[in-house]
Structures are given as C-alpha cells and as structure tokens.
C-alpha cells in the first residue's frame, strides 16, 4: 500500500519566513509532485521531479524553489513566505509511465 | 500548455439520482484522463481513469466517457448514496508528456442529500 506523508498537517508562519515543506512516499516512485489546492482553482502544479536532483517547473512556481536530494524525499521551498502562499500544499507521487498520482495528506499553511 | 475545465461547481442531487460532470480540454494530443475524489479533509484519491484508445470504462457505480472528436470527457455516477459527497477533480496528461504530470479541473463539490 503506497503511503506518501507530509511533515506537517498545519504550519503558521510570518511574513518574510523561510518554510519548508517535506514529502516523503515509500514506494520507489520516481516521479514526485508539488500542488497548491485553493477553491475554485483546483489543484495546481508548482513544481516536480522525475528522479534525483532533477526537477522541473509547473504552471506556479514563482516564489517557491525545491530539493530532491534522495529518491524518497522531496521538500518545497518558499524562500520568503508571503501572505499570498496561505493554501492548501499537496505533495503526491508517482511510478515512471503508470500516471496514477498518490497524494499525501496535505499541509495547510497560513502566513500572517 | 493544456488547459482543463471542468463544470459544473458545485452539483446537488438527491440520493439514489445520476450524477454527470463533464470536463473539456484543449490539447487534442491528451492521451489520459483521470478522475480523483477529495473527501472533506482527505487527500485526493484516484476513482477511475481512461486512456484515448478507450471511448467509456464502468466500475460498478462510475463510468467515464470520452469524446475526441469534442475533447471533452464526462464522469457518470448512478444510484447516487451519501458517501458520494466529497470534491472530484477531472484532470488530463498531455500525450507529449512521459512523466505523468496532469493539468487538473478546477472540481465539483458534489452534496448528496438523502
């Protein structure tokens, strides 16, 4: 049974902080993806990775950057939270040309 | 890049009626269609999925059809129960794309009342 976990459920940060967000899954997918989920916007792709130390770009990835330094663990990055960053953060994973996505259960962030 | 709509936003229907969500999407190349539910407070879970070779799947209580000639792909829930009441997101893959990423719907708030 795939499990992918978020480092936390709930974080509040200040305006102008620098805040991590952790992933991790535990099923040697390669493919591991960044979403932020906002009503009435969907989910949207701010950044993913395809194995190691690669990444590329979603449709949002403007004030946000991230890491993938093993296989398994995947970080996002916003190197100085602003007011606008307050959403829902998905993290999800998936296995090289299966598509199926497993979504982890998500860090509500709230910057003041 | 593709660009997924989906209607309507929010859907209510009484419980044992059909429900239909129908998204459209603008890529003609998109080879794959998935469709994930979100129950309040839960993470997004896939349901049933399609591929552009397929024009309908069943699984049980859901079917999905898909149009090409229309780009537009539909997900059909009947006998509808409570349980049924979460958020659903349609999405597609571009078929340029070999890592999987999919463009999402914006979803439909689906409240079954009994």
């Known amino acids: 049974d795939v499990k992918v976990t978020q480092s936390s459920r709930y974080l509040v940060k200040r305006t102008g902080e620098k805040v991590f967000l952790e992933c991790v899954q535990d099923?040697?997918?390669?493919?591991m993806f960044w979403y932020r989920q906002d009503p009435g916007l969907g989910l949207r792709l701010i950044y993913f990775?395809?194995?190691?130390?690669?990444?590329e770009k979603g449709d949002i990835p403007e004030g946000y950057s991230v890491s993938r330094e093993k296989k398994e663990r995947f970080s996002l990055i916003l190197e100085s939270a602003s007011t606008n960053q307050t959403s829902m953060y998905l993290c999800?994973?998936?296995?090289?040309?299966?598509?199926?996505?497993?979504f982890g259960p998500g860090t509500r962030l709230t910057v003041t | 890049g593709e660009n997924v709509e989906q209607h309507p936003s929010t859907l209510s229907v009484q419980e044992g009626d059909s429900a239909v969500i129908k998204c459209t999407y603008s890529?003609?190349?998109?080879?794959?269609f998935p469709w994930y539910k979100q129950e309040l407070g839960k993470r997004p879970q896939l349901i049933i999925d399609?591929?552009?070779?397929?024009g309908e799947k069943k699984d049980q209580r859901i079917a999905v059809t898909l149009n090409k000639t229309a780009k537009h792909f539909s997900l059909h829930i009947t006998e509808t129960q409570p349980e049924d009441s979460a958020v659903y997101f349609c999405?597609?893959?571009?078929?340029?794309?070999?890592?999987?990423?999919?463009?999402f719907g914006a979803g439909t708030q689906v409240v079954v009342t009994p």
């Open positions: 099923m040697d997918h390669e493919n």
């Open positions: 999800a994973s998936s296995s090289q040309g299966l598509y199926e996505q497993y």
């Open positions: 399609i591929r552009s070779n397929v």
């Open positions: 999405a597609a893959k571009k078929g340029s794309d070999s890592w999987g990423k999919l463009q």
């Open positions: 990775s395809y194995d190691v130390k690669m990444k």
């Open positions: 890529d003609s190349a998109s080879n794959y």
